[in-house]
C-alpha cells in the first residue's frame, strides 16, 4: 500500500515568489492534515480536511497561505508570496476518522528554502 | 500550552540499555500518538494509544497512558545505534494531533 506521497521533495525559491506543495494522501483516508516544521521543532498544525471541507484552518496564515482539497482527496498549499521565515519543512498526513480516528501517517515532506 | 510535552528534551545511553521518555498534556484526550523522525526524513508512526487503553506493545517498544496525571511514557527497550532519532508524542487534541518539540534520543555504539 502506497504511503501519503509529497511534491517536490526540496524547493528552493526567492522571497516573493510563488511555491505550491501537493499532496496524495493514503488511499481511503478522508482526514488530511498539513504541518509546518521549523529546524530543532515538532510539526505545528497549518490546516485539517475533513474530505474537502477544511475544518481547521485557525493556524493558517491566510495573507500569504492557501489550501485545497478538490474533491476529497488530492491536496495543494501554496504561498504566495514567500518570505524568509517560511523556510520550513512542510508535511502532509492523512487517517481515516470514522467512530474511532486511526492513526496518521506522513509523508516525507517538502523542504522549503526561501532565499 | 496544550500541546505534548516531551520529556527529558534531550537523552544519550549506551546501545543496550533501555530508553525512556515521558509526554505531559494539558488537557482531556481520545487519543495520543508517538511518532519517531530521523535527521532530515519524515515522521513514522509508532503507536497509536487510546484513551481507554493503559498500555500497549509493539516490538521493542512500549507505551503508557495515564489519564489521570495526563501523560504518557514511550519505553525503548534494548536499545540500538538505529534507534537514534528525534521522538515526539502528539496528544489528540479537539480532533488535531498537537505535537510537542521532541525528545532527542542518541543510542551510541
Known amino acids: 500500500e502506497a504511503g501519503v506521497v509529497q511534491s517536490p521533495r526540496y524547493k528552493i525559491i526567492e522571497k516573493k515568489q510563488p511555491v505550491a506543495f501537493w499532496c496524495n494522501p493514503i488511499s481511503g483516508h478522508n482526514t488530511l492534515y498539513w504541518y509546518r516544521q521549523n529546524l530543532g521543532q515538532g510539526p505545528e498544525l497549518l490546516i485539517r480536511?475533513?474530505?474537502?471541507?477544511?475544518?481547521?484552518d485557525s493556524q493558517l496564515p491566510k495573507d500569504r497561505f492557501s489550501a485545497e482539497r478538490l474533491k476529497g482527496v488530492d491536496s495543494t498549499l501554496k504561498i504566495q508570496p514567500a518570505e524568509l521565515g517560511d523556510s520550513a519543512v512542510y508535511l502532509c498526513?492523512?487517517?481515516?476518522?470514522?467512530?474511532?480516528?486511526?492513526?496518521?501517517?506522513f509523508g516525507q515532506g517538502t523542504r522549503l528554502t526561501v532565499v | 500550552s496544550q500541546q505534548g510535552e516531551e520529556d527529558p528534551q534531550a537523552l544519550s545511553i549506551q546501545e543496550g540499555e533501555n530508553a525512556t521518555m515521558n509526554c505531559s498534556y494539558k488537557?482531556?484526550?481520545?487519543?495520543l500518538q508517538w511518532y519517531r523522525q530521523n535527521s532530515g526524513r519524515g515522521l513514522v508512526h509508532l503507536i497509536l494509544?487510546?484513551?481507554?487503553?493503559r498500555e500497549k506493545h509493539s516490538g521493542r517498544l512500549r507505551v503508557t497512558l495515564d489519564t489521570s496525571k495526563k501523560s504518557s511514557s514511550l519505553l525503548i527497550t534494548a536499545s540500538r545505534a538505529a534507534d537514534t532519532a528525534s521522538y515526539f508524542c502528539?496528544?489528540?487534541?479537539?480532533?488535531?494531533?498537537?505535537f510537542g518539540p521532541g525528545t532527542r534520543l542518541s543510542v551510541l555504539p
Open positions: 494509544i487510546r484513551s481507554n487503553e
Open positions: 498526513a492523512s487517517s481515516y476518522r470514522g467512530i474511532r480516528t486511526t492513526e496518521a501517517f
Open positions: 502528539a496528544p489528540e487534541r479537539g480532533q488535531n494531533f498537537v
Open positions: 480536511y475533513e474530505n474537502e471541507e477544511a475544518v481547521d
Open positions: 488537557t482531556s484526550i481520545n487519543n
